[in-house]
């Protein structure tokens, strides 16, 4: 692997794993998606949720693709 090659992989490694803010960013497509939400008890918990067009949520966090 080139040197080239590493850098393309992990700038696009590094995108995939970037929490995308809800509240500047959503999903450009339906689908389900990995998200972060705040509990109370723990701090933040993980869940799967299906965004569409309308959706909102004061518990959503982060949230970032499925790869």
Known sequence: MTVEEKVAYTKGYMEAIRW????????????????????????FYFEIVFFNKVWRSDNIIGWRPIE
Do not use: A, F, I, T
Not at 20 to 43: A, F, I, M, T, V
């Open 20 to 43: 995308r803010d809800p509240e500047k960013e959503l999903p450009e497509e339906d689908g389900l998606y990995l998200c972060k939400c705040k509990s109370n008890r723990l701090g």
